[in-house]
Structure formats: structure tokens, C-alpha cells
């Protein structure tokens, strides 16, 4: 498996890993403008590429490289998954923030037991405003 961090990451290829992992479902992966943004707006993108060259994995990050790194994104193609791509994407994204930020994220549902498993600690107060549309 290939790491790196990606800065021209296409919105076309972001989407398809997460539609092939089970991401999609909670992304507005029908919206190009937005995904565009998404990718532009990010401090960080760690990818995954096996090695024919396709992306296979992406984690997405804000960070301030000095005291909290929000990963948004963690998208392993459900193919490639219990392979340590997810847990490599998380270390990578990590170093690349700096060790000394408390790296955070916001797990779904199917994906709440894969965490602990990893050494992640849950976190039992999240309070969040949902997005206005309009």
C-alpha cells in the first residue's frame, strides 16, 4: 500500500472511495461544488493507493497543527477493510498534525466498536448544531 499525503485529490476520486466504502451514505457525494470544497478546505488528506495506482483509502482533516485535529473523513474501500489501512490513515493523519494534537472524530454507527479496538478513547460529551440548509 502507498501513503501520502494528497493535496490535488479529484472530487470524482474521493467519491468513489467513499461510495465504495460505506461513507457515502452520510456525505453529499451527489453535490461536486460542496465535495470540491470539502477537499479545497482541508488541512490535510492522507491517502491510500494499492499498488495498481487506485485509491483505496482517504482520511480528511482540519487541523491547527498545534492543538486539535478533527478527522472528518476515514473512508477505506469496503474491500480493503481489516487490512490496517484505516488504522494506518489514522497514524499518518496524526504525525502529520503533530503528535501533540488531540486527534478527534465523529464515528458512525457501524464503525462505533472498530475504534476502541485501535486504542482510541470515546468521549462521552459531543454537542453539535446540524447543518442549516438554505
Known amino acids: 500500500m502507498n501513503y501520502a499525503v494528497e493535496f490535488d485529490l479529484t472530487p470524482s476520486e474521493f467519491v468513489d472511495v467513499l461510495r465504495r466504502s460505506t461513507l457515502a451514505a452520510r456525505r453529499p457525494v ?3 461544488e460542496r465535495i470540491a470544497k470539502m477537499l479545497a478546505m482541508a488541512d490535510l488528506v492522507v491517502t491510500a493507493r494499492d499498488h495498481t495506482g487506485t485509491l483505496v483509502g482517504v482520511a480528511r482533516a ?3 497543527f498545534a492543538y486539535c485535529t478533527y478527522l472528518s ?6 474491500a480493503h477493510q481489516r487490512l ?3 488504522r ?3 497514524r499518518l493523519t496524526h504525525e502529520h498534525a503533530g503528535l501533540q494534537t488531540r486527534l478527534i472524530l465523529l464515528s458512525a454507527p457501524a464503525a ?3 475504534y476502541p479496538h485501535i ?8 454537542w453539535m448544531t446540524p447543518p442549516q440548509e438554505g
Open 88 to 90: 494506518a490513515l489514522i
Open 84 to 86: 490496517g489501512i484505516g
Open 30 to 32: 451527489e453535490d461536486t
Open 73 to 78: 473523513d476515514l473512508a477505506v474501500d469496503v
Open 62 to 64: 482540519i487541523t491547527d
Open 112 to 114: 462505533a466498536a472498530y
Open 119 to 126: 486504542g482510541m478513547q470515546q468521549h462521552d460529551s459531543c
